[in-house]
C-alpha cells in the first residue's frame, strides 16, 4: 500500500517536473524569436484581421454555393424552390 501510493506521489512530481520543463522550455523559444512584445502585438492584430477577413469571406462563398446548388434543386421540390426563388429576388432587389 505504501509503494502504490510513493509511486503515485513519484509519477506525479516526474509529471509536473515534464511539464514544468516544456512551459519553460516553450517560453524560452518564445522569447527567441519575439524579442519586441510590439512587434508580437502588431502580427498578432494582423494576423487577427486577416483571420477574420477569410472567415467572412470564406462563409460567404460557403452560403452563396448553397443557394446555388438549393437553386438547381428548386425544380424537383416545390416547395423549397418557392422559398430559394425568394432568396435569390431579395438578393437580386437588395443590389
Not at 509529471?15 to 512551459?23: D, I, M, P, V, W
Not at 502588431?42 to 486577416?50: A, Q
Request: glycine share 10%; net charge positive; hydrophobic share 45%.
Amino acid at each position: 500500500m505504501i509503494r502504490k501510493i510513493g509511486k503515485k506521489i513519484v509519477k506525479r512530481a516526474t509529471n509536473s517536473q515534464e511539464l514544468g520543463a516544456r512551459h519553460q522550455l516553450i517560453e524560452e523559444l518564445f522569447y527567441d524569436f519575439h524579442r519586441n512584445r510590439h512587434m508580437v502585438y502588431k502580427v498578432n492584430f494582423i494576423r487577427g484581421i486577416c483571420f477574420g477577413f477569410g472567415t467572412v469571406l470564406g462563409g460567404t462563398v460557403v452560403v452563396a454555393f448553397i443557394i446555388w446548388v438549393l437553386a438547381q434543386f428548386a425544380g424537383w421540390f416545390p416547395p423549397i424552390g418557392d422559398y430559394i426563388n425568394q432568396i435569390i429576388d431579395a438578393m437580386q432587389h437588395s443590389r
